[in-house]
């Protein structure tokens, strides 16, 4: 390589870097916003997912899994939050892949600072006993690894049919209780 083209390389090099350098440098807090705005406008999405279908796994086994047909992911806004305005479904899987729980609704919000779920409008959770709570509201806590609501549930199980207002559950409805109990159908079962 000839000396020329080596300090003509050299020049194109240190040229690049002080045009970064003053480009970079340049820029002020209030442009960076201009260029930050104009580029994602506010209120709107950062991430927008279709016909989403999401493993979680913990040191190599499945713990659940998310479908929805729509994710709008908000990270501008002061509480960051993940929104499925089609619904949602989360599937809890045990450690030999079998479904011990989930949730579905037709519309629903993860709040990633607070860790929490909200599932809303025709909401259906169902234990790995076929148990069922139907509602129109339900928060699901991750860090207590609980859910409730204040709204109306209905619980269906094959011997009776329990409802009431408010309710309070270990994300597998092992352990539950209803706030307000309303009402038990008891149903005979013929063997």
Same mark, same amino acid.
């Given at each position: 390589?000839?000396? @020329?083209?080596?300090? =003509?390389?050299?020049?194109?090099?240190?040229?690049?870097?002080?045009?970064?350098?003053?480009?970079?440098?340049?820029?002020?807090?209030?442009?960076?916003?201009?260029?930050?705005?104009?580029?994602?406008?506010?209120?709107?999405?950062?991430?927008?997912?279709?016909?989403?279908?999401?493993?979680?796994?913990?040191?190599?086994?499945?713990? %659940?899994?998310?479908?929805?047909?729509?994710?709008?992911?908000?990270?501008?806004?002061?509480?960051?939050?993940?929104?499925?305005?089609?619904?949602?479904?989360?599937?809890?899987?045990?450690?030999?892949?079998? +479904?011990?729980?989930?949730?579905?609704?037709?519309?629903? =919000?993860?709040?990633?600072?607070?860790?929490?779920?909200?599932?809303?409008?025709?909401?259906?959770?169902?234990?790995?006993?076929? @148990?069922?709570?139907?509602?129109?509201?339900?928060?699901?806590?991750?860090? =207590?690894?609980?859910?409730?609501?204040?709204?109306?549930?209905?619980?269906?199980?094959?011997?009776?049919? +329990?409802?009431?207002?408010? %309710?309070?559950?270990?994300?597998?409805?092992?352990?539950?209780?209803?706030?307000?109990? =309303?009402?038990?159908?008891? +149903?005979?079962? @013929?063997?």
């Amino acid at each position: 390589m000839s000396s @020329d083209s080596t300090i =003509k390389s050299t020049i194109g090099c240190i040229t690049a870097i002080l045009l970064f350098t003053l480009l970079t440098f340049s820029c002020k807090n209030k442009n960076v916003e201009q260029i930050k705005a104009f580029s994602h406008p506010p209120g709107s999405p950062e991430v927008v997912a279709d016909n989403l279908d999401l493993l979680y796994s913990d040191s190599t086994v499945i713990r %659940f899994r998310l479908k929805s047909p729509k994710l709008l992911v908000f990270q501008d806004e002061e509480e960051p939050y993940k929104e499925f305005p089609n619904g949602f479904e989360i599937q809890q899987y045990n450690r030999n892949k079998v +479904i011990t729980s989930s949730i579905k609704a037709s519309y629903g =919000k993860y709040y990633e600072k607070k860790n929490l779920w909200e599932a809303k409008q025709n909401v259906v959770a169902v234990t790995e006993k076929g @148990d069922s709570l139907k509602t129109e509201l339900l928060y699901w806590d991750e860090k =207590k690894n609980t859910i409730h609501t204040d709204q109306f549930v209905k619980i269906i199980q094959k011997e009776q049919i +329990i409802t009431g207002i408010g %309710f309070e559950s270990d994300l597998q409805m092992k352990k539950w209780k209803i706030i307000q109990p =309303k009402g038990t159908v008891v +149903i005979e079962v @013929d063997e």
